[in-house]
């Protein structure tokens, strides 16, 4: 079941701090991060797999609810190189593998 | 360095017209797949395979075909019988994790063919 995300799309100014939703009305196994940027090819960020878990690469963060079913990704001190299409992709267990991405949130960044 | 490569990166295609996109990895990946990328809709899974030889379809198969005679190769055939075509095509792989993951390390993604009919 294709997860939603939430905003469709943020416009912000460098250095400011976004968030990200991504949730399913199921409990989940995992939820992984991607960004797009334009054109090209999605690029993985990170996977959380655990409730409660979270994770952190560099100024770009997400977490895992207790309750498995959304997820966040926080954004803080915005850099331009972080405008493209944010995507959350979600595996429910025992679905024989199923996986489904998000619909994206673009993100903007402007000086 | 390793990492998957698609092929072509522009390809058009006449009313009619079977197509084959490319796909080449050389990660060691066991499970490759089929996405189909149009405007609003984020990543629709067309065809995965989890081995050689063997593939399963996904959510959009319909008017699509895949074979998997190598590891490293997963090729999408677009048949005339897929109506509306025009979209932008990518290919992943990701390590076979456990028996309840395969995406358990991330997605691995190729910088995808632009497909348009003509």
């Known amino acids: 079941q294709q997860p939603v995300q939430s905003p469709q799309a943020v416009i912000l100014r460098e250095g400011e701090d976004a968030v990200i939703n991504c949730s399913s009305s199921?409990?989940?196994?995992?939820v992984h991060w991607y960004r797009q940027k334009h054109g090209e090819a999605p690029v993985f960020l990170m996977i959380l797999l655990k409730g409660g878990e979270q994770k952190g690469h560099e100024k770009i963060s997400a977490s895992f609810n207790e309750k498995k079913q959304q997820s966040s990704l926080y954004l803080t001190a915005s850099q331009l190189s972080y405008s493209g299409t944010y995507f959350c992709?979600?595996?429910?267990?025992?679905?024989?593998?199923?996986?489904?991405f998000g619909t994206g949130t673009s993100l903007t960044v402007i000086p | 360095d390793g990492g998957i490569t698609q092929s072509p990166k522009y390809l058009f295609r006449k009313e009619g017209q079977n197509v084959t996109l490319s796909c080449e990895q050389n990660?060691?990946?066991?499970?490759m797949y089929w996405y189909r990328q149009d405007p609003g809709q984020g990543l629709r899974l067309i065809y995965y395979?989890?081995?050689?030889?063997?593939?399963q379809k996904g959510d959009i198969a319909e008017g699509y075909s895949v074979s998997r005679e190598k590891k490293e190769s997963f090729p999408l055939t677009v048949t005339s019988a897929q109506k509306n075509p025009t979209a932008f095509y990518l290919c992943?792989?990701?390590?076979?994790?456990?028996?309840?993951?395969?995406?358990?390390?991330?997605?691995?993604f190729g910088s995808g063919t632009r497909l348009t009919v003509v």
């Open positions: 990660l060691n990946h066991d499970a």
């Open positions: 992709g979600t595996e429910e267990p025992n679905t024989g593998n199923q996986f489904y």
């Open positions: 395979s989890q081995i050689v030889n063997d593939f």
């Open positions: 992943a792989s990701s390590i076979a994790g456990h028996e309840l993951s395969f995406g358990l390390y991330g997605y691995t």
């Open positions: 199921k409990a989940l196994y995992s």
